[in-house]
C-alpha cells in the first residue's frame, strides 16, 4: 500500500510536495473507505485519492513524477548515460539541482520509506528506513557516494559485511543501489538484504501506473487464453449497457500488404519456435495477437464483439473494436485494473479516469470498487475533471485534492482536510466551480476575438 508519496524540483513542481494516504483521525464517515492500521505501530491508510485541478494545473505531472521515479528504480541507467529527470524550468536555481523523490509504502504489516535524489550526472542521495507512528530504523543511507547500515541488516562483520561493502563500492555513480542488489543477487550473499527486494518487488509488482493514452495489455490474448476474463469482461460491459452482448475471439486473415508482409517475417525472425499457443507477440495494438499453434504455425486473432439487433429473433451484428466507441474501448483497458483490485491488494493510479466516460458510469466505478474490495488492501487514486464526484456522502474529505499553480508558474498540491470550516453537509462541488478550494482555471478576456470583425465587446 502507499502511505505516501512526495517530489520536489520535477516538472511543475518546484518546492516539495506531498500526497498523503494517511485518513484523519478527524474524519468519521465511510469507515469502509479506510485500511485499518495493525498493531501499535500501525497506520490507517485510505482507499482511495481523488485529484483535481484546471488544465495545465500539474495534476498530471504528479503522477508523471511517481512514474518517472518508478522507472528509475526499475530500469537503471546505462553506466555512461545521464540520468533522464525533469527539473523545474521556470526557476534558473532549479536547473542543476537535484531532483528528489520519497515513497513511503506499506508491505503487510511494516512501513518504509525509501527515497532518492538524483541530478543529470549521478545519484545525490538515496536511503531506506522502516518507520511508525514512532520508528525510524534506518536500514541504509546513501550520500555523496558514502554508504551507511543500519541494524536491521544484521551486519557485524565477516563476508556478509564484506560482499555488501563491495557491491556499494560497485555501485555505478547513476544507479540506484536497490536496483543493484537484484542485479548483483546480493540477497545470496547477504540474507539480511531481503528486506530490500521485498521493496523493490512492490514497484515491479504492486504499483501501476496508467497516463491516458496508456493500453493495459493485449486484452486479446489474456481474452483467448482466460475463459473466465472473458467472461468478467463481458458481463462488465453489459453492465454499463455499451450494447454488447457478448465478447469474442476471431481468426485473422494473414496481412495482404507489404508492410503485413513483413511483420510476419520479423515475427518468424524474434518468436523462435516452439512457443506455447496464447503468446501474445503483436505490435498491432491490445485488440489483435500473432500466436504460433501446437504445430508451430502462426495464427493470428482478433477481438470482436456482438451485438443485439433491435428485433431480438434476428441473429447479432459483429462489430470490429475500431467501431465500437472511445468510451466503450476506455471502459475494456480498466477492466483488467478493475479485476485486479478485487483479487488482491496493489496500488493504481490513473490519470484522467473520465476521459470519454460519462459521469454515472465514472461513479459506478469508483463505487464498484470501494463496495467490493472491502477487506483488500487494494488503492486507486485518480486524476479527474468530474466534480459531480465532490459530494460528502460518497467521498471523505480527507480522500480529496486539488492541484493550483501560484504566480511562479509552479504547482502545489492542497487537501481538502486543509479547510477546516468545511461544513460537512455541504455541496462541495459548487464552492469548488466556485473556486474556493483553487484548482480551477482562470478564463481570461476574449474580447480580441472580435477585433478581426470591427466588434467590440
Same mark, same amino acid.
Given at each position: 500500500?502507499?502511505?505516501?508519496?512526495?517530489?520536489?524540483?520535477?516538472? =511543475?513542481?518546484?518546492?516539495?510536495? &506531498?500526497?498523503?494516504?494517511?485518513?484523519?483521525?478527524?474524519?468519521?464517515?465511510?469507515?469502509?473507505? !479506510?485500511?485499518? *492500521?495493525?498493531?501499535?505501530?500501525?497506520?490507517?491508510?485510505?482507499?482511495?485519492?481523488?485529484?483535481?485541478? #484546471?488544465?495545465?494545473? %500539474?495534476?498530471?505531472?504528479?503522477?508523471?513524477?511517481?512514474?518517472?521515479?518508478?522507472?528509475?528504480? +526499475?530500469?537503471? @541507467?546505462?553506466?555512461? /548515460? /545521464?540520468?533522464? /529527470?525533469?527539473?523545474?524550468?521556470?526557476?534558473?536555481?532549479?536547473?542543476?539541482?537535484?531532483?528528489?523523490?520519497?515513497?513511503?509504502?506499506?508491505?503487510?504489516?511494516?512501513?518504509?520509506?525509501?527515497?532518492?535524489?538524483?541530478?543529470?550526472?549521478?545519484? &545525490?542521495?538515496?536511503?531506506?528506513?522502516?518507520?511508525?507512528?514512532?520508528?525510524?530504523?534506518?536500514?541504509? &543511507?546513501?550520500?555523496?557516494?558514502?554508504?551507511?547500515?543500519?541494524?536491521?541488516?544484521?551486519?557485524?562483520?565477516?563476508?556478509?559485511?564484506?560482499?555488501?561493502?563491495?557491491?556499494?563500492?560497485?555501485?555505478?555513480?547513476?544507479?540506484?543501489? +536497490?536496483?543493484?542488489?537484484?542485479?548483483?543477487?546480493?540477497?545470496?550473499? !547477504?540474507?539480511?538484504?531481503?528486506?530490500?527486494?521485498? !521493496?523493490?518487488?512492490?514497484?515491479?509488482?504492486?504499483?501501476?501506473? *496508467?497516463?491516458?493514452?496508456?493500453?493495459?495489455?493485449?486484452?486479446?490474448?489474456?481474452?483467448?487464453?482466460?475463459?473466465?476474463?472473458?467472461? @468478467?469482461?463481458?458481463?462488465?460491459?453489459?453492465?454499463?449497457?455499451?450494447?454488447?452482448?457478448?465478447?469474442?475471439?476471431?481468426?485473422?486473415?494473414?496481412?495482404?500488404?507489404?508492410?503485413?508482409?513483413?511483420?510476419?517475417?520479423?515475427?518468424?525472425?524474434?518468436?523462435?519456435?516452439?512457443? =506455447?499457443?496464447?503468446?501474445?507477440?503483436?505490435?498491432?495494438?491490445?485488440?489483435?495477437?500473432?500466436?504460433?499453434?501446437?504445430?508451430?504455425?502462426? /495464427?493470428?486473432?482478433?477481438?470482436?464483439?456482438?451485438?443485439?439487433?433491435?428485433?431480438?429473433?434476428?441473429?447479432? #451484428?459483429?462489430?470490429?473494436? =475500431?467501431?465500437?466507441?472511445?468510451?466503450?474501448?476506455?471502459?475494456?483497458?480498466? !477492466?483488467?485494473?478493475?479485476? #485486479?483490485?478485487?483479487?488482491?491488494?496493489?496500488?493504481?493510479?490513473?490519470?484522467?479516469?473520465?476521459?470519454?466516460?460519462? *459521469?454515472?458510469?465514472?461513479?459506478?466505478?469508483?463505487?464498484?470498487?470501494?463496495?467490493? =474490495?472491502?477487506?483488500?488492501?487494494? @488503492?486507486?487514486?485518480?486524476?479527474?475533471?468530474?466534480?459531480?464526484?465532490?459530494?460528502?456522502?460518497?467521498?471523505?474529505?480527507?480522500?480529496?485534492?486539488?492541484?493550483?499553480?501560484?504566480?511562479?508558474?509552479?504547482?502545489?498540491?492542497?487537501? +481538502?482536510?486543509?479547510?477546516?470550516?468545511?461544513? @460537512?453537509?455541504?455541496?462541495?462541488?459548487?464552492?469548488?466551480?466556485? %473556486?474556493?478550494?483553487?484548482?480551477?482555471?482562470?478564463?481570461?478576456?476574449?474580447?480580441?476575438?472580435?477585433?478581426?470583425?470591427?466588434?467590440?465587446?
Amino acid at each position: 500500500m502507499l502511505v505516501r508519496f512526495s517530489v520536489e524540483n520535477c516538472l =511543475s513542481f518546484r518546492d516539495r510536495v &506531498e500526497l498523503s494516504m494517511i485518513a484523519s483521525e478527524e474524519v468519521r464517515d465511510h469507515p469502509e473507505h !479506510v485500511i485499518r *492500521a495493525g498493531g501499535q505501530e500501525g497506520i490507517p491508510v485510505l482507499k482511495l485519492g481523488v485529484m483535481y485541478g #484546471a488544465n495545465a494545473s %500539474g495534476k498530471s505531472n504528479l503522477v508523471k513524477a511517481m512514474l518517472m521515479a518508478r522507472d528509475l528504480i +526499475l530500469y537503471p @541507467q546505462g553506466v555512461r /548515460r /545521464r540520468i533522464v /529527470r525533469a527539473p523545474f524550468k521556470l526557476d534558473l536555481a532549479c536547473r542543476d539541482a537535484p531532483t528528489r523523490f520519497e515513497f513511503e509504502i506499506k508491505l503487510v504489516d511494516r512501513c518504509f520509506a525509501y527515497g532518492f535524489s538524483v541530478s543529470a550526472e549521478r545519484v &545525490e542521495e538515496e536511503w531506506l528506513f522502516e518507520v511508525g507512528r514512532t520508528v525510524e530504523d534506518r536500514i541504509f &543511507e546513501r550520500k555523496d557516494g558514502v554508504f551507511e547500515w543500519g541494524e536491521r541488516l544484521g551486519l557485524s562483520s565477516g563476508v556478509g559485511k564484506d560482499f555488501l561493502e563491495i557491491t556499494a563500492r560497485g555501485t555505478p555513480a547513476t544507479h540506484l543501489f +536497490l536496483t543493484d542488489c537484484r542485479e548483483r543477487n546480493l540477497h545470496k550473499a !547477504v540474507p539480511g538484504v531481503g528486506v530490500l527486494l521485498d !521493496v523493490l518487488r512492490w514497484f515491479e509488482e504492486e504499483l501501476l501506473i *496508467a497516463l491516458p493514452d496508456w493500453v493495459s495489455e493485449n486484452i486479446a490474448s489474456r481474452a483467448y487464453s482466460d475463459e473466465s476474463f472473458r467472461r @468478467q469482461l463481458t458481463h462488465y460491459l453489459r453492465s454499463f449497457d455499451t450494447g454488447i452482448e457478448r465478447i469474442d475471439i476471431e481468426d485473422v486473415e494473414p496481412p495482404p500488404s507489404e508492410f503485413g508482409r513483413q511483420f510476419l517475417k520479423n515475427f518468424e525472425f524474434f518468436a523462435e519456435p516452439p512457443i =506455447s499457443d496464447g503468446y501474445s507477440g503483436s505490435h498491432t495494438g491490445p485488440y489483435e495477437f500473432w500466436a504460433r499453434d501446437a504445430e508451430g504455425a502462426l /495464427r493470428g486473432r482478433k477481438l470482436v464483439s456482438q451485438h443485439r439487433r433491435g428485433d431480438e429473433s434476428s441473429p447479432g #451484428a459483429t462489430f470490429e473494436m =475500431s467501431e465500437e466507441s472511445d468510451g466503450t474501448r476506455r471502459l475494456m483497458q480498466l !477492466v483488467p485494473a478493475m479485476i #485486479a483490485m478485487m483479487e488482491g491488494g496493489g496500488v493504481f493510479v490513473i490519470d484522467e479516469l473520465d476521459r470519454s466516460l460519462h *459521469a454515472d458510469i465514472l461513479h459506478s466505478y469508483l463505487a464498484n470498487f470501494l463496495k467490493y =474490495s472491502v477487506g483488500r488492501s487494494s @488503492q486507486l487514486i485518480v486524476t479527474t475533471h468530474d466534480t459531480t464526484l465532490l459530494r460528502q456522502d460518497f467521498l471523505r474529505r480527507d480522500e480529496v485534492w486539488f492541484v493550483e499553480k501560484g504566480k511562479d508558474q509552479s504547482s502545489r498540491l492542497v487537501a +481538502l482536510e486543509e479547510y477546516k470550516d468545511v461544513d @460537512q453537509s455541504k455541496d462541495l462541488q459548487q464552492d469548488y466551480l466556485l %473556486g474556493r478550494f483553487g484548482g480551477v482555471p482562470v478564463i481570461r478576456d476574449f474580447s480580441w476575438l472580435g477585433e478581426k470583425h470591427g466588434e467590440t465587446a
